[in-house]
């Protein structure tokens, strides 16, 4: 069985001008002195399209932070991809908007933290929900698309109406509510930002009843937390099967996380061609098929659907990559995802928010 | 949804544009989804560039597809286009 990468994640840089608490960059990041000059990228989104891929994800860290963003859609374009720019918005000033619309932008996704200023800022540990108000309006008037992603958990979901009538005054095209995924920074935090069992039902019906009401208009996409599910997402579409990330520094990865699994080692853009990467490296290889799997997943009919789940999951919780995820209701682990439930259901958790940090404050590393 | 008049001019949506695909063929992508064309699809989609009207689409696909029934012709250039204006990737200006 032959794989075709459709989608790839370009993490052009990890610099950010917000330090929001469920931050999907991993924990140690990489410093501006290694990122992949313009010139690679361009190189690197030619390969990409000459393997399948078909769509271009420009983000970060903040994709804006690097002072050729215009240059990097230009080349996304120019090699057939269709280019999304996923943004905070942070210091995008019109000029700038302009030349990245004329540049070939296709669709640009921002990032709202919540629907009240005050509780916003608090998660992105810096002031930007005013500056992102002010930008949604002018992004509206240019001819592209425009999809709002907001990253929910127990501390703003009270407020889904408010923030899917922020979305509706805005008149985006496709409103995103993405539950935060506990891995990297969320999951330093993950007893603060985990929903209650009751939070996830209701969001159910409000977005239900949203959906409803707004068709033709806009569209919503919900991703609800994996940890209150009965079978495992089918994360990345399977592991090298679809998707692919390359990091600031040209590291190309199967998914966000999958530097926590012990015993791969990833490839680089500078050394081994993209092609290669996908269709030989060791990494990319590991987690396809079934041959790896074990039980209960060897043998379950769902494993063409959802691929055993998560192995970054199966090894933060079990120590194991090769097991099934542990949000699996057949998985003989779940229990310990029961544990962290309980544990947020009982208790209201006080401690301090772990701020995502920016890379120009730690060293060098590969 | 009732039919929208024969005047009304569809348009592929902004951020939605149709592609060739070495291994997939003609495919319509859009924001974080893509939709692969088969058929008259990628003709159909070819003539919404916000020059024709409904009725030029419909009159264009007849005329191409003359064995057809003309009948059926209309009632699949309607039930496509009405699929992609639901999935927001087509307006009808």
């Known amino acids: ?366 | 949804m009732t039919d929208p008049a024969p005047t009304r001019i569809p348009r592929l949506a902004a951020g939605c544009r149709m592609t060739q695909s070495t291994d997939l063929g003609p495919v319509l992508l859009l924001p974080e989804s893509m939709l692969r064309l088969t058929g008259p699809g990628p003709r159909i989609v070819e003539l919404c560039d916000g020059s024709h009207t409904l009725g030029d689409v419909i009159t264009s696909l007849q005329s191409e597809f003359s064995d057809a029934d003309p009948a059926m012709v209309q009632r699949e250039v309607l039930a496509f286009l009405a699929s992609l204006n639901e999935r927001r990737a087509l307006d009808f200006v």
Request: include cysteine.
């Open chain 1, 1 to 366: 069985m032959t794989f075709v990468p459709r989608a790839l994640i370009a993490e052009v840089t990890h610099r950010c001008p917000l330090r929001c608490v469920y931050c999907s960059n991993p924990l140690e990041m990489r410093s501006r002195s290694g990122e992949l000059s313009t010139t690679e990228w361009q190189r690197v989104f030619g390969e990409a399209a000459a393997l399948g891929v078909l769509q271009l994800h420009l983000t970060g860290g903040e994709p804006l932070a690097r002072p050729d963003t215009e240059q990097l859609v230009k080349a996304g374009r120019a090699a057939g991809l269709y280019v999304n720019l996923i943004t905070s918005g942070i210091g995008l000033a019109e000029a700038r908007l302009e030349a990245l619309v004329t540049a070939g932008l296709d669709h640009v996704q921002l990032s709202f933290q919540d629907a009240e200023q005050a509780q916003a800022d608090e998660i992105a540990g810096t002031r930007a929900h005013a500056a992102k108000l002010e930008l949604a309006q002018r992004i509206r008037k240019h001819r592209i698309a425009f999809t709002m992603n907001l990253v929910v958990h127990r501390q703003n979901l009270g407020r889904l109406p408010q923030m899917i009538a922020l979305a509706e005054e805005l008149q985006v095209d496709k409103l995103e509510i993405a539950n935060v995924q506990y891995y990297g920074w969320a999951f330093e935090n993950r007893g603060r930002l985990l929903p209650t069992r009751e939070q996830v039902q209701e969001t159910i019906a409000i977005v239900d009843a949203a959906r409803e009401r707004l068709k033709g208009r806009m569209r919503i996409d919900c991703v609800l937390p994996d940890y209150y599910a009965r079978f495992p997402k089918p994360c990345m579409g399977g592991w090298g099967q679809g998707l692919m990330l390359i990091d600031p520094a040209g590291v190309v990865l199967p998914c966000h996380a999958a530097r926590i699994i012990p015993g791969l080692s990833f490839d680089d853009v500078r050394s081994k061609t993209l092609r290669w990467i996908w269709e030989e490296s060791s990494s990319f290889q590991r987690f396809r098929g079934d041959e790896w799997m074990q039980e209960p997943c060897r043998s379950c009919e769902r494993k063409t659907r959802d691929f055993g789940g998560c192995r970054c999951q199966a090894m933060m919780y079990t120590g194991d990559p090769d097991a099934t995820d542990p949000v699996c209701s057949l998985s003989p682990k779940r229990g310990l995802i029961d544990a962290v439930i309980a544990d947020v259901a009982a208790t209201t958790s006080d401690a301090k928010w772990v701020y995502r940090i920016n890379p120009s404050n730690v060293p060098a590393s590969r």
